[in-house]
């Protein structure tokens, strides 16, 4: 698990934040660690707060301040490349390489219209919101997993169920 | 390499034997968690890896097949045993030197900055430092003699939730910056799978469960289903199952791969569920090699 020297030789010179964004766990959610890296650096680039070319937190950065294990943030660091969003450089540290698909704003709004319409016909027919989220998930799932196939580990491991009528 | 390999390995004190029958190999470059009830052999273990006891069966060797307690053994492993032991009466500057002057090797350098870091006055005596302080002291003399296996013993049983992450994250980043393998026993359950990625599970001196933490993750899962049915998968690898008079919940053997029974869902299982589970099954084990999980006969816990 050794990591690149000059990698944790520039985190104790300068010692202020190279990343634009910093991670946080929630305990308590059932996700692997990895996971919650992996889904807060999606996250992050979906609302623009990470843009290709800015750096992600160093792994020892990572480890000292939430005091995990490093392999689960090479982990994360290495699925994160796996998808193509980010690059490790090696002595450098690891990377934004791209950006996650986004929906220009008049097509946004009209999904969301198109949504709360649904919405409301849920609601008129009686669902409350639990009943609204099961609904919505296992229809998300289903349509994705009508798409490409059985899950990959990933995605099972995340928190979902797979329950079988 | 192995950092700890132990093969038949037992220790009796009087009539009682604290381990035995211990085998097993913790390959390098983990974070390793040795997990038990009180009395399963952690200590035992741990005293006879670090060399301060001897075995009265089996093998035990460190550091890729080194004798424990062997000099060229104690040269690469450092130990910081369960109450972080200093000599109360000595400053924090006079705990350093005297490692420093007892050990071949030892990082002045590292030491005084880490203190520095930490901001442990120097010129306190240890006994009077903060839990945390004393502690984090502890483990500096430790990691200054920049050893290739750290072993703790409950490093953070007496600690406060702030000293308990701080010390965490000193272990951490050490392990980080230079390849360092961590064996650790402990109690606090719920932050291995945050620490540890290779579990050890001991129970009644024999080792129950061996594995990477990501492996042992993704071959359990729990199934939740009607209790009438639960019978059926009797002959399934079940480690660990709970029933009320409708439901049933069984911690089972499986990959997420595996097809679920109709009507029963399969959720992931957290590490600290399955090591309860196992620590509730003493019958069951989940070791390297063939699935002897699937031997094992669970008893079923009627809630």
């Not at chain 1, 937190?57 to 490349?81: G, H, M």
């Not at chain 2, 920049?146 to 939730?161: N, S």
């Amino acid at each position: 698990m050794t990591i690149d020297k000059e990698d944790s030789a520039s985190a104790e010179g300068g010692r202020r934040p190279a990343s634009p964004i910093e991670f946080r766990l929630d305990p308590g959610s059932g996700v692997p660690t990895y996971l919650q890296l992996v889904h807060q650096v999606e996250h992050a680039l979906r609302l623009g707060y990470l843009k290709p070319g800015d750096q992600l937190p160093k792994v020892r950065d990572v480890v000292s301040s939430l005091a995990i294990n490093p392999n689960t943030v090479l982990k994360a660091y290495r699925d994160l490349e796996i998808k193509g969003l980010a690059v490790g450089r090696p002595g450098q540290g690891t990377f934004i390489q791209a950006t996650l698909r986004q929906v220009a704003l008049p097509e946004l709004t009209a999904l969301s219209r198109s949504l709360s319409g649904w919405l409301t016909a849920a609601d008129g027919a009686g669902l409350d919101e639990d009943g609204i989220v099961a609904l919505f998930t296992s229809a998300l799932r289903d349509f994705y997993e009508r798409r490409s196939g059985p899950r990959t580990r990933g995605g099972a491991a995340s928190g979902e169920t797979e329950g079988v009528a | 390499m192995n950092v700890i390999e132990t093969s038949g390995l037992g220790k009796r004190y009087g009539g009682t034997w604290a381990l035995r029958e211990c085998t097993l190999a913790i390959p390098a470059g983990h974070v390793a968690a040795l997990v038990g009830p009180n009395g399963a052999g952690k200590t035992t273990l741990l005293n006879l890896a670090v060399g301060l006891a001897a075995p009265t069966a089996g093998i035990v060797t460190v550091l890729g097949g080194k004798p424990a307690g062997s000099s060229a053994a104690l040269d690469g492993i450092a130990f910081v045993a369960q109450d972080t032991p200093l000599y109360k009466n000595l400053s924090a500057a006079d705990m350093v030197h005297l490692t420093r002057n007892l050990n071949r090797h030892f990082d002045q350098h590292y030491a005084e900055t880490r203190m520095g870091e930490l901001g442990i006055p120097l010129k306190r005596k240890a006994g009077r430092l903060s839990g945390g302080q004393q502690a984090q002291l502890a483990l500096t003399v430790a990691l200054a003699r920049r050893p290739r296996l750290l072993v703790l013993d409950e490093p953070v049983a007496m600690l406060d939730p702030i000293a308990r992450h701080d010390f965490m994250a000193s272990v951490l980043t050490a392990a980080a910056d230079d390849g360092m393998s961590v064996v650790l026993s402990s109690h606090v359950l719920a932050e291995l799978e945050r620490v540890a990625d290779y579990l050890i599970l001991l129970s009644r001196g024999r080792v129950q469960v061996a594995g990477d933490v990501d492996d042992l993750l993704t071959s359990h899962r729990m199934l939740t289903g009607p209790a009438a049915e639960a019978g059926r998968y009797a002959e399934r690898p079940v480690v660990h199952a709970r029933r009320a008079e409708a439901q049933a919940h069984l911690l089972v053997r499986a990959t997420p791969d595996d097809p679920v029974p109709p009507g029963w869902e399969a959720h992931p299982v957290s590490l600290e569920e399955l090591t309860l589970a196992y620590l509730r099954e003493p019958g069951a084990a989940a070791l390297p090699g063939p699935a002897r999980g699937r031997d094992a006969q669970p008893s079923e816990v009627t809630k």
